[in-house]
T-cell receptor
């Protein structure tokens, strides 16, 4: 069975603070894919990043960075120097290839991030 | 490229009625997935279509059904609506099996 856990329900920070969103996943498969999505108040889920299970290279993209560690089944997301526009719900998701996994993302419960000016 | 579009954006129905939601994927994307989002259950997978075939289905009752047309547009239908069906229904398209999914703005369904 697949499971994604985002232990932080809500995080509140002041602008320019760094913030890390935690994600822990469970899967029996050796090949899987991890994602982060952002859902602003408008409701549309916005894709941020995808990571393959065989690629543990961490990535930095502007103010965003991701830390993927297979040993701890974690895929954490950090926003550096947060801004008010970063306020949204952030979802971590997991998928597999083929079989009963076609087109299916398993999402965590989401973390509500509020950045105060 | 235009993004995923969903119509209608908002819908109000009463219990017992049925509803049809529409989704147009990004041009060239053949996979369309549907999700239900509620405050209590979060984001849950409904089903996925690829080349007019349902390849995967989530754990929802048979009242929830869908189909995909030859142009990859997809519809989902909910019959005999219940109060608990009130939710944001999100459609996502993808070019392939292991690619990221791109979501539409959703249809917010309210059942009274």
């Amino acid at each position: 069975a697949q499971k994604v856990t985002q232990a932080q329900t809500e995080i509140s920070v002041v602008e320019k603070e760094d913030v890390t969103l935690d994600c822990v996943y469970e899967t029996r498969d050796t090949t899987y894919y991890l994602f982060w999505y952002k859902q602003p108040p408008s409701g549309e889920l916005v894709f941020l990043i995808r990571r393959n299970s065989f690629d543990e290279q961490n990535e930095i993209s502007g103010r965003y960075s991701w830390n993927f560690q297979k040993s701890t089944s974690s895929f954490n997301f950090t926003i550096t120097a947060s801004q008010v526009v970063d306020s949204a719900v952030y979802f971590c998701a997991l998928s597999h290839a083929g079989g009963t996994s076609y087109g299916k993302l398993t999402f965590g419960q989401g973390t509500i991030l509020t950045v105060h000016p | 490229k235009a993004g995923v579009t969903q119509t209608p954006r908002y819908l109000i129905k009463t219990r017992g009625q049925q509803v049809t939601l529409s989704c147009s994927p990004i041009s060239g994307h053949r996979s369309v997935s549907w999700y239900q989002q509620t405050p209590g259950q979060g984001l849950q997978f409904l089903f996925e279509y690829f080349s007019e075939t349902q390849r995967n289905k989530g754990n929802f009752p048979g009242r929830f059904s869908g189909r995909q047309f030859s142009n990859s547009r997809s519809e989902m239908n909910v019959s005999t609506l219940e109060l608990g069906d009130s939710a944001l229904y999100l459609c996502a398209s993808s070019p392939g099996q292991i690619n990221e999914q791109f979501f539409g703005p959703g249809t917010r369904l309210t059942v009274l």
